[in-house]
């Protein structure tokens, strides 16, 4: 979806190094959110957010921090980065009681 | 809010052949939705189906929903490789997902 613009596409790193992954949207939804997606597993919700005052741990938040910039922008940041961090990252929005909107991710990957 | 279960998690058929997946769930809702991933993509939104409706249809997709089972079922009929993806259900806008079902439609 196009609305929603994920950077990087991809990224290779180090252990240890600290990665900003970027979130941005044109569709005008307050709401926005992280997940992680490792083979075969489903989405995990890292962090979410409802508007740009509001900031919630999602099952896994450990590891990960996030700041919502603007309402149009949601970022995730791994402050120490670990190799079972490696994983396909996506960010998705939406508006109150409505379907969510995903980027099309970051794949990650931690040596 | 609860997650959806998918079952199978895995399906493979031919293409022309009915694909048909199942979501089970464990307490009341408002609302069910699929959603479908292609491989390495985000997830799209397909359809979404209310409590007070049995059956939904867009396109070559059929959902139904029986509340007293708990359960809805996606029906994709004369498949094609391009339905080759994973398939997930959601209810209430939940912030949560199951594992999905991965259909596999080959030529």
């Known amino acids: 979806d196009a609305d929603v613009t994920q950077t990087p596409r991809n990224r290779i790193t180090k252990t240890g190094k600290r990665i900003m992954l970027e979130c941005s949207q044109t569709?005008?939804?307050?709401?926005m959110y992280w997940y992680r997606q490792d083979p075969g597993l489903g989405l995990r919700l890292i962090y979410y957010?409802?508007?740009?005052?509001?900031?919630n741990k999602g099952e896994i938040s450990d590891g990960y921090s996030v700041s919502r910039q603007a309402q149009a922008k949601f970022s995730l940041s791994l402050e120490s980065a670990i190799p079972n961090q490696t994983a396909l990252y996506f960010c998705?929005?939406?508006?109150?009681?409505?379907?969510?909107?995903f980027g099309d991710g970051t794949r990650l990957s931690i040596l | 809010s609860q997650q959806g279960e998918e079952d199978p998690q895995a399906l493979s058929i031919q293409e022309g052949e009915n694909a048909t997946m199942n979501c089970s769930y464990k307490?009341?809702?408002?609302?069910l939705q699929w959603y479908r991933q292609n491989s390495g993509r985000g997830l799209v939104h397909l359809i979404l189906?209310?409590?007070?409706?049995r059956e939904k249809h867009s396109g070559r997709l059929r959902v139904t929903l029986d509340t007293s089972k708990k359960s809805s079922s996606l029906l994709i009929t004369a498949s094609r490789a391009a339905d080759t993806a994973s398939y997930f259900c959601?209810?209430?806008?939940?912030?949560?997902f199951g594992k999905g079902t991965m259909l596999l439609v080959s030529p």
């Open positions: 959601a209810t209430d806008f939940t912030l949560t």
């Open positions: 569709k005008g939804h307050d709401r």
């Open positions: 307490t009341s809702i408002n609302n």
């Open positions: 189906i209310r409590s007070n409706e």
């Open positions: 998705a929005t939406s508006g109150l009681n409505q379907p969510q909107h």
């Open positions: 957010s409802f508007d740009v005052k509001d900031i």
